[in-house]
């Protein structure tokens, strides 16, 4: 490919992506503590580990001091490295 005249050009690669979806195993989480660290292990099949997790935030925030509200399953979802 040549580039002259200091012109815009443009490359793509079309692809399909193939993969094994990958399912949460674990059915809840321990409580969590607020303004306190919180780390869990989570069971899942499929795909290809190591697996790496991010969660989606739609829950209400309050301030309080009780414990953490539950999340789901549906609120987690296989996310990217940071």
Same mark, same amino acid.
């Given at each position: 490919?040549?580039?002259?005249? !200091?012109? =815009? =050009?443009?490359?793509?690669?079309?692809?399909?992506?193939?993969? $094994?979806?990958?399912?949460?195993?674990? $059915?809840?989480?321990?409580?969590?503590?607020?303004?306190?660290?919180? =780390?869990?292990?989570?069971?899942?099949?499929?795909?290809?580990?190591?697996?790496?997790? $991010?969660? $989606?935030? !739609?829950?209400?925030?309050? !301030?309080? =001091?009780?414990?953490?509200?539950?999340?789901?399953?549906?609120?987690?979802?296989?996310?990217?490295?940071?």
């Amino acid at each position: 490919m040549n580039i002259t005249n !200091n012109t =815009t =050009t443009k490359i793509w690669i079309e692809h399909t992506v193939n993969y $094994d979806p990958v399912e949460i195993i674990s $059915d809840t989480l321990p409580p969590a503590t607020v303004y306190e660290p919180y =780390t869990t292990n989570l069971e899942a099949s499929g795909g290809t580990s190591p697996y790496l997790w $991010d969660y $989606d935030r !739609n829950y209400s925030e309050t !301030n309080y =001091t009780a414990t953490f509200p539950m999340v789901t399953a549906q609120q987690l979802s296989p996310g990217a490295a940071m």
